[in-house]
């Protein structure tokens, strides 16, 4: 029975170049035929088995927008932060300019309420 290239990636755990595969390939269509997928598998030893660069370059590449995503994550929750202890200032205040407080108050709860957006968005998109 042939096996298909992203069968076989998937039964190792990682992208191969075509070249790689058609190496394995030969070598399990050269078995017995009562020697299946998962059997074959289990013969080999899969850390030898080259994973192809380009799908290196691009897990790479997820990881680090991921850190930076995380990081983001990180600089909104510290500005939550920031804003709650504005608001709190804002709270503690005695002041006849009523208006401006209310005002202060206001635009803070607007930011914490960006913020959370922008955190909900950043792990939507980077499904963390």
Not at 21 to 34: D, F, Q, T, V
Not at 68 to 87: C, E, G, L, P
Not at 96 to 120: A, G, P, Q, V
Request: net charge positive; charged share 35%; with cysteine.
């Amino acid at each position: 029975m042939i096996m298909m290239k992203y069968e076989f990636e998937n039964l190792i755990g990682k992208e191969i170049t075509d070249e790689t595969y058609s190496m394995y390939e030969k070598m399990y269509l050269a078995l017995p035929e009562n020697i299946n997928k998962q059997q074959f598998v289990k013969m080999l030893n899969i850390d030898a088995i080259p994973e192809n660069p380009i799908a290196i370059e691009r897990r790479n590449r997820r990881n680090e927008l991921i850190e930076k995503a995380k990081s983001r994550i990180t600089d909104y929750k510290n500005d939550i932060k920031y804003y709650k202890d504005q608001i709190n200032f804002y709270k503690s205040l005695d002041s006849t300019d009523y208006d401006f407080l209310k005002n202060e108050i206001k635009y803070y709860k607007k930011m914490i309420n960006y913020c959370k957006s922008k955190i909900t968005e950043t792990k939507m998109i980077y499904s963390l």
